[in-house]
């Protein structure tokens, strides 16, 4: 058959597990071949490309999120979608979801994970974020906010605004909030949420 210009024909069809559309797909650090994805179920799961018939392994459940606790026995009130995740290190990382933006630990399994929202502030939705900095590698990103270490992310949800986070400071009163930064061409456009976000390469522009 003859090909369009500019069309690509997929390589490979993975099976990932989710009952959703996927939303975001990322390579796991130092794990070559595997892959971190997230969807409308509220999962996210590493899948291997090498074997596209093997089970997900869940790293995030909305079973055991503080507000989904029904979701299981009435699963059309399910309102925790994960839209998108970003890893900080090889192990570590932060979920933007209907929850908020939460932090995960591929090491842990699902009903270990913190299911707590890391900011507030009219951000209990998280639909987008961009690491502007994260602790070193060496440490979880628990351990190197514990120490000391700036942990600097900007976070857009169901408005038009986005704010600037230090995930170091607090987690009472919005103390984590340093800055809120609304684009020019959306002042005055309050129905607009933002659904992403991304740095240049030397983090000078969002």
Not at 50 to 56: C, T, V
Not at 165 to 173: A, E, G, S
């Amino acid at each position: 058959p003859s090909m369009i210009p500019g069309s690509v024909s997929p390589l490979l069809s993975m099976h990932t597990g989710h009952r959703g559309n996927v939303f975001h797909i990322t390579p796991c650090h130092g794990q070559p071949g595997k892959v971190a994805t997230c969807a409308a179920d509220g999962f996210l799961r590493i899948s291997d490309v090498n074997s596209p018939g093997s089970e997900s392994t869940v790293i995030v459940s909305p079973e055991y999120n503080d507000h989904d606790g029904l979701f299981f026995v009435f699963p059309g009130l399910r309102s925790s979608m994960c839209f998108s995740h970003h890893f900080m290190n090889e192990n570590t990382g932060l979920l933007c979801s209907q929850n908020g933006l939460r932090r995960f630990d591929v090491r842990l399994p699902a009903r270990e994970q913190d299911n707590r929202c890391l900011v507030r502030g009219g951000l209990d939705t998280c639909k987008a974020c961009a690491i502007w900095s994260a602790p070193s590698s060496s440490s979880s990103s628990a351990q190197g906010l514990e120490q000391g270490e700036s942990s600097y992310v900007f976070v857009g949800g169901s408005e038009s605004h986005v704010a600037l986070c230090d995930l170091r400071m607090p987690w009472v009163d919005d103390k984590r909030v340093v800055e809120v930064y609304r684009p020019r061409g959306l002042l005055g456009k309050n129905n607009v949420s933002v659904s992403g976000l991304d740095l240049s390469k030397d983090k000078q522009e969002l």
